[in-house]
């Protein structure tokens, strides 16, 4: 746990180096003009989104535990097994487990895991509004999920980036509406309302390890197929 | 055959009463302890068996995963070995929850445990980390271990299926407490401040960032070599610059032995009494230490005497004058005689400079004095000696002049002391006799008359043991009045026989009584009744 905290402190303290990496993200080329940003290869990028997962789910981690320590009690929290409740994110056909990924392609790869972090983006704007709600709520957990909502969407547009640079498909990122799946209801104190909460910080949590492992194991079959058993 | 047919009888029936003495029952609840995963592929389910109920029990798995209401019972049962379920990666889907149950079945029943939920990332354990080797490095002279690992086998690092962070713990051999290094992701960490000479044990192990720690890697050995010739010269250096200070601080030391020491020991003041032997004293003979002081300088000699000495009144009577005062026998004259009395409280001066001044004058002390007083100084001084120990002592019946008349200012000056004269055989004894100013003349002249006396001038005067002209307390009677001793008295009726010859004055009231006298004010400081303060002069 402490060594997530620290590895979560570490990423806030990289939080310039992240916005710079992804600057490049955010650049598009331009028809008929020469691009403003310096192109990036392939590899560099797919490395820093992999970066960007990786920090999301650190970060993610720990702001379930926080979460978790401050507004569930006891007995309802998930136990070291972490089998959570069902997410919303349960209906995407997301493979789930290593054969079934290396059976599938790059495209449905990197199609999978835009998929994930599209669905995620007003799920966590909305729980950022919630959670600014909860009487004696921690700035760092606020600051957390703030810090990940924000990543979340720049990860998107690095995704999207490597979808057209490496599927050559051209496609929109999401546009943020302020209006959600999600109503905002009030009395967020009671324990339905809370437990809902946590199940989103949760699964998001295992939505952000998916990422990361996807992608990794996208990298891999990028450098050396065969060696990625 | 019959008893063939007995013996199987007889079987039956303990069986069966036999069966029915114990009781069966269903089986127990069972209990899923834990499941494990090694590498995010394949997990482990184990389970803790109930009671039996007596009858032979079968265990069974179930699971049902997370989307699905499809039932499945336990692949494996084998692999993982006794009360065990393995799955193996075809039946393994992580993501994704499972809800397994164990269920015990026998003859009269089954029971089930209670559902658990997992998540096969949450649970992954990996193997200990691999190939540990161990060995000592050297950076500029000073050892250090490297130690380097491979991550177990099983688990897929490379593809980044898992990511492994490790932890090494390092530890003396002879001691109890591991040092624990965190080395992350990397698989080579370097350990440095050893003990020269040591040596070592290394462990490592590793977790997923989702997961539980491996359990420690073996041990691995290695010793340190010695490196011990560097810390000495260390030492030496130390050592001979702290010599070096404490040869500074030893002479700064003696150089300041004297003054320390007087500051630690401060000397004790030895007597300092001239002619004080320090020997005599040792010896413990005090008498010869008295006698020392006294044979030498004790009582002071003549160049000292001054020093002690009250100043004597020098009185200047010119030739007229003296034969008129020859002559004159109205006057109650006495011996002149100023005599320093030790019980005067004014530092051992005599009375002569206190503000009574009882002179009497003797005739034929007087002329005896006069005589040698001419002979020894011309212009005719009075002499009044003044000393403590030997008193001018003149003869009582000698005429004195009642009146003198002393000039104030230029003729009073201390000169030496006189010498009792040889001849004289007055017994030496002391008395006072005081002289009075009656009144000063036009000629700014002290006209002097003395005080009544009592003592010490009647001839024939009974001889008196030394000290004993001071009054003697003899007692303090209820209303604080002091009662004098009768000697007093006696004396006082000498003295008045001898005053109505020699004085036409009223003898003092002391004279004829016993004075009862008020205890407070005349007891003198040595605790003797004051005789100067006993005998008031009468008023004028």
Redesign the interface.
């Known amino acids: 746990m402490s ?2 905290i620290k590895q979560g402190q570490w990423a806030i303290l990289l939080w310039p180096y992240l916005l710079t990496t992804s600057i490049p993200l955010d650049c598009r080329d331009e028809q008929g003009g020469l691009s403003r940003c310096p192109s990036i290869s392939q590899e560099k990028l797919l490395d820093r989104v ?1 970066q960007h997962a ?1 920090l999301i ?2 970060v993610s ?1 720990e702001s379930c535990s926080l979460f978790e320590e401050m507004f569930i009690p006891f007995p309802l929290q998930l136990q ?5 409740y ?1 997410c919303i994110t ?1 209906a995407l056909p ?1 493979p ?4 079934e990924i290396q059976q599938i392609s790059d495209k449905w790869l990197l199609h999978s895991v835009l998929m994930l972090v599209q669905s995620w983006i007003e799920p966590l704007v909305y729980l950022q509004t919630t959670l600014n709600r909860y009487d004696g709520v921690p700035d760092m957990l606020l600051n957390k999920t703030k810090w990940v909502s924000d990543k979340l969407m720049s990860l998107e547009q690095g995704v999207v980036v490597l979808i057209k640079k490496m599927l050559d498909e051209g496609l929109m990122t999401t546009t943020y509406s302020e209006q959600g799946l999600f109503q905002d209801d009030g009395q967020p104190e009671m324990l339905e309302y809370v437990m809902r909460d946590y199940t989103l910080l949760s699964c998001f949590k ?1 939505d952000a ?2 990422m990361e ?1 996807l992608l ?2 996208l ?2 079959r990028q450098n050396d197929i065969h ?3 | 055959m019959k008893k063939v047919l007995e013996v199987i009888l007889l079987l039956l029936l303990l069986v069966v009463t036999h069966a029915k003495g114990t009781r069966y029952s269903p089986p127990g609840k069972p209990a899923l302890t834990r499941c494990r995963s090694p590498e995010k592929e394949t997990f482990t389910c184990w389970w803790e068996p109930g009671s039996d109920g007596g009858l032979p029990t079968t265990y069974a798995l179930y699971y049902r995963k997370e989307s699905s209401d499809t039932v499945f019972e336990c692949p494996d049962y084998r692999t993982a070995g006794e009360n065990s379920c393995f799955f193996n990666k075809n039946d393994t889907s992580i993501w994704v929850n499972y809800n397994i149950t164990v269920v015990a079945t026998n003859a009269l029943g089954r029971t089930f445990s209670d559902p658990v939920d997992i998540d096969v990332v949450y649970i992954v354990k990996p193997n200990p980390p691999e190939q540990v080797a161990v060995t000592v490095m050297e950076d500029k002279g000073w050892p250090f271990i490297r130690v380097s690992w491979e991550p177990p086998h099983k688990a897929d690092t490379r593809s980044g299926w898992i990511t492994l962070i490790y932890e090494i713990r390092v530890k003396l051999e002879e001691e109890n407490d591991w040092e624990m290094h965190l080395a992350g992701q990397q698989k080579m960490f370097n350990i440095f401040s050893l003990r020269s000479g040591g040596k070592y044990l290394v462990q490592v192990r590793c977790k997923p960032d989702h997961g539980y720690w491996s359990e420690w890697s073996p041990s691995s050995y290695v010793k340190v070599p010695d490196y011990f010739h560097r810390e000495k010269s260390v030492w030496i250096l130390i050592t001979v610059f702290c010599a070096f200070i404490f040869l500074i601080l030893t002479w700064l030391l003696h150089m300041n032995s004297r003054s320390l020491k007087h500051f630690l020991l401060p000397p004790v003041p030895g007597p300092k009494i001239k002619g004080f032997d320090k020997q005599l004293l040792k010896n413990g003979k005090s008498e010869e230490v008295f006698s020392a002081l006294v044979a030498t300088d004790f009582p002071p000699k003549s160049s000292n005497y001054e020093d002690l000495l009250v100043e004597y009144l020098e009185v200047y009577i010119p030739e007229e004058q003296e034969l008129m005062l020859e002559k004159s026998m109205d006057l109650d004259v006495g011996c002149l005689k100023c005599e320093g009395s030790a019980s005067d409280s004014d530092s051992g001066r005599g009375s002569c400079d206190s503000h009574t001044l009882l002179m009497h004058k003797c005739d034929g002390v007087k002329e005896e004095e006069e005589r040698q007083a001419k002979e020894a100084h011309g212009p005719g001084y009075w002499e009044c000696g003044l000393s403590n120990k030997q008193p001018h002592l003149l003869h009582p019946q000698a005429q004195a002049q009642r009146q003198l008349q002393a000039r104030s200012d230029d003729n009073i000056s201390s000169i030496g002391r006189k010498q009792t004269p040889a001849g004289l055989h007055s017994p030496a004894r002391r008395s006072t006799e005081y002289v009075e100013v009656e009144r000063v003349n036009e000629e700014d002249m002290v006209l002097l008359q003395p005080v009544s006396g009592r003592c010490g001038d009647v001839e024939g005067y009974p001889e008196m043991p030394y000290g004993e002209d001071y009054s003697k307390v003899k007692g303090v009677d209820m209303d604080n009045m002091l009662l004098l001793q009768r000697e007093v008295r006696e004396e006082t009726e000498n003295c008045d026989t001898s005053s109505t010859v020699t004085t036409t004055q009223k003898p003092a009231a002391c004279i004829h009584s016993a004075m009862p006298v008020e205890g407070e004010m005349v007891l003198g400081v040595n605790g003797y009744v004051d005789t100067a303060t006993v005998c008031t002069p009468p008023t004028y």
């Open positions: 060594s997530a992999i990786e789910y650190r981690e070291r097994n972490q089998a959570g069902p349960k997301i789930s487990s290593k054969s295992k390890h998916k492992i990794k194991l990298k891999c060696s990625c058993a």
